[in-house]
């Protein structure tokens, strides 16, 4: 059974001549061959990162947009038919027109319209058009009050190719005479601004980040040289990762958004575990090393910690893989170059111009394990455990609560600010429009069908709630019946004995599209079905993506589980980290249901929220959020299991080494929260939510669970902490790196 140690303040530690810790060999070979070849390994680093400014240089210019589509759904296959078998499929944008006077009926206005319409088709990337006008009056693409009406358009290749066409188009159709005015709005127009503005904050929040975290690092060193130093190693970080970023747009396909993690997480890891080296340098320096000496051991001891705080960062983020998404693969490409390249500089650039410069970095006293405030608070707090312990836990879990509101919706235009040109456009077709022809549902029914079967099948599918309008080859149909006949413009629903439908919904059906669609494949057809169109895209995403998160999640937990055994040799240990990881997990979602989906704060940020959130963002700050959250366990674990290892008890080795760790580990979440704060002045939603959910993670993390769940809990937990069974314990002796 555990025993419970005592919760008096310990003994006096031992002096320099107790046994030190072994350092894995290889590591300990790393820092002695760095300390010997300093001026090399530096030259080569600045030639690394010249070749790799080049190279960064173009690297947003190659990386590439993505549309919500799950690969190998239904509804992508349904929209690759229609373009193949039929010329048509989903509509990218559209112009908004409105009549200057009068109604889109009058003469006037007609013509200038169809002259719009036909200068809009002859533009490259174009490959269809359609209108209120060309569709022989379709009440879907007009107003409710006839002053304005629609012209919707497909374009042409990758989503790339077809949002670089846009952004040439946009301005050229923005424009007013006497007849008409014309305003550029729809899905592809609205992520194209999206993704504009976030390229735009990326150049801002380098010009914010980069002094921000420097004056950061100046407080904490007090001297210029050593902050550029640790600077200039998160910088190394995020010129690299943007240049093998470059290397893999060439082979596959990497969002843009990508670029905005890179910059944050570069700065905050590479900056995190120069400070961890730095930290560990100083204190062999302090024991009276020379800087050689205290190199190698920096490098022999920090670099076991390094080493796995790299680890649990780049699985949870590699896990990304699993999505069969290339938007959140290209966040695990970035997320595993962040990672490689701050280990790098930590381990063998920083250590190298140490090596040089580390006379300068010589602390004025040695720091002591056995003093301090940390030393002195977490003694307090594991006197009395239940006391500090319960507190906190209810803290975190009032922050947690509104994550029981979690509500996944679809996105809109909303995502953009008020006084973007795409969303004034999307606000004014839902005020004036009735329903939303750029979001209609597409039916295909691949074999012959009767006349007699199509009239039917859309009738039917016109009665169901939240539908509009149906358009087939047989005419036009609401409510259950034929409005207009079939005119020239419905054999386009016709190709080679196959037929397919157009279901256009709603403003209010597209709250619940999910609902909708299902709705329209309970309708009895005449033969099998497939359904396609943006609200398809939409579900067939999220429901893709919905499915892949728990085997998402489950591996992260278990991959970290292992790892944090391998570091430890404990069962309760790495059991205990996950738990307090979900915990920080669940502020992090409660903090952007609570703003972002509630809208809290909504004044305060310039966000609009829509009552929903986007799926997407939410599984990758999982993923980023785990990872860092991590990334402090394993510093503070680190230094607990080593003064363990020298003293055998737990209260004195949680106190030694939250004193050795805990500011580290406040300096470290201070800069990287920071990093990410910048971009709360963004103008993007996923962004600012990015930011403010991330940073507030990181500081409650920092402070409330590594501050005091983590001292209490091992605490209670006694020598337990440090059990497992026989058979794992000698796995663990086998497969484990110990100090």
């Known amino acids: 059974m555990a025993t419970t140690p005592t919760t008096t303040p310990p003994p006096s530690r031992p002096g320099p ?34 070749t790799a400014l080049v190279l960064a240089a173009g690297t947003l210019d190659r990386l590439q947009l993505s549309r919500f589509e799950s ?3 239904e509804s992508l296959q349904v929209e690759r038919a229609l373009e193949e078998n039929f010329g048509t499929g989903k509509h990218h944008f559209l112009l908004l027109v409105t009549a200057q006077q009068g109604t889109v009926d009058d003469p006037g206005v007609v013509e200038a319209a169809t002259a719009l319409e036909e200068e809009l088709a002859a533009r490259d990337g174009v490959a269809e058009t359609a209108s209120y006008w060309s569709r022989e009056g379709s009440p879907a693409m007009r107003s409710d009050d006839a002053t304005q009406a629609l012209i919707t358009v497909r374009m042409a290749g990758t989503v790339t190719e077809a949002r670089t066409a846009l952004a040439e188009i946009s301005p050229d159709f923005t424009r007013a005479d006497d007849e008409i005015r014309v305003e550029v709005g729809g899905g592809d127009e609205i992520f194209r601004q999206a993704a504009a503005q976030a390229q735009s904050d990326f150049v801002r929040a380098e010009i914010i980040i980069l002094p921000l975290v420097f004056a950061l690092l100046l407080l904490l060193y007090r001297r210029a040289s050593i902050a550029g130093l640790t600077l200039a190693m998160g910088v190394y970080s995020v010129v690299t990762t943007l240049a093998l970023l470059r290397g893999a747009a060439a082979l596959t396909e990497v969002s843009t958004f990508a670029a905005n993690l890179t910059l944050v997480m570069g700065i905050g890891l590479g900056v995190d575990y120069s400070l961890f080296v730095i930290t560990r340098f100083r204190e062999e320096l302090a024991r009276g090393l020379s800087v050689p000496e205290a190199v190698e051991l920096a490098v022999a001891r920090a670099g076991r910690t390094v080493i796995f705080s790299g680890l649990t960062v780049a699985i949870a983020l590699s896990c990304l893989m699993l999505f069969p998404f290339p938007f959140l693969q290209s966040f695990a490409y970035a997320g595993v170059g962040v990672v490689l390249t701050s280990v790098i500089a930590a381990l063998v650039i920083l250590p190298a111009a140490l090596t040089k410069v580390g006379h300068r970095v010589r602390p004025r006293s040695r720091p002591r394990a056995d003093s301090g405030w940390w030393h002195a608070n977490s003694l307090r707090m594991m006197r009395r455990p239940l006391l500090y312990g319960v507190p906190a836990l209810g803290l975190v879990l009032v ?19 008020e006084g973007h040109s795409s969303r004034d456009v999307q606000e004014q077709i839902e005020a004036g429009f009735g329903q939303e022809e750029m979001d209609a549902v597409h039916v295909l029914v691949d074999s012959a069908t009767t006349p007699e079967q199509a009239d039917a099948y859309a009738a039917a599918l016109s009665r169901v709630s939240g539908v509009s309008q149906v358009d087939a080859h047989t005419g036009t149909y609401q409510d259950g019946q034929l409005t207009i006949p079939p005119g020239a413009v419905a054999e386009r629903y016709v190709s080679d004995g196959a037929t397919w439908f157009s279901v256009v919904p709603t403003m209010a059906a597209l709250e619940d599209a999910s609902g909708l669609i299902d709705d329209l494949r309970d309708v009895p057809a005449p033969t099998d079905t497939a359904i396609g169109g943006y609200p398809a895209d939409l579900t067939d995403f999220s429901d893709a993506l919905l499915e892949r998160a728990p085997l998402v999640f489950g591996m992260v937990l278990l991959v970290t589980f292992v790892l944090l055994f391998l570091m430890t040799g404990s069962l309760l240990l790495p059991l205990k980290a996950i738990v307090l990881n979900v915990l920080s997990l669940a502020v992090m979602f409660g903090v952007i249901v609570w703003v972002f989906q509630e809208g ?4 305060l940020l310039g966000f609009t929220a829509n009552g929903t959130l986007e799926v997407t963002f939410p599984i990758l700050m999982f993923c980023v959020a785990f990872g860092l959250s991590m990334d402090y366990e394993v510093f503070m674990l680190a230094r607990i299991k080593e003064e363990y290892d020298l003293t055998g008890d737990t209260t004195s080795a949680v106190a030694a080494g939250l004193q050795r760790s805990g500011p580290l580990v406040t300096a470290a979440a201070v800069v990287l929260a920071a990093s990410f704060a910048v971009y709360a002045t963004s103008s993007v939603f996923y962004l600012i939510m990015l930011a403010i959910g991330t940073a507030a993670v990181i500081l409650v993390d920092a402070t409330l669970i590594r501050g005091v769940l983590v001292p209490v809990t091992m605490r209670l937990a006694g020598r337990a902490n440090w059990w497992a069974p026989r058979p794992l314990r000698r796995v663990h002796a086998r497969l484990g790196l110990n100090h």
Do not use: C, K, M, Q
């Not at 809290?600 to 004044?603: A, C, D, I």
């Open 399 to 417: 922050l947690a609560a509104p994550v029981a509101g979690l509500d996944f919706g679809l996105p809109d235009a909303r995502v953009l600010p």
């Open 600 to 603: 809290n704060l909504s004044g």
């Open 17 to 50: 001549t107790a046994p030190e810790p072994s350092a894995p060999p290889l590591l300990a070979r790393l820092g002695r061959g760095v300390a010997r070849r300093p001026s090399r390994i530096l030259l080569l680093a600045a030639l690394v990162t010249l």
């Open 71 to 73: 690969p190998g759904s």
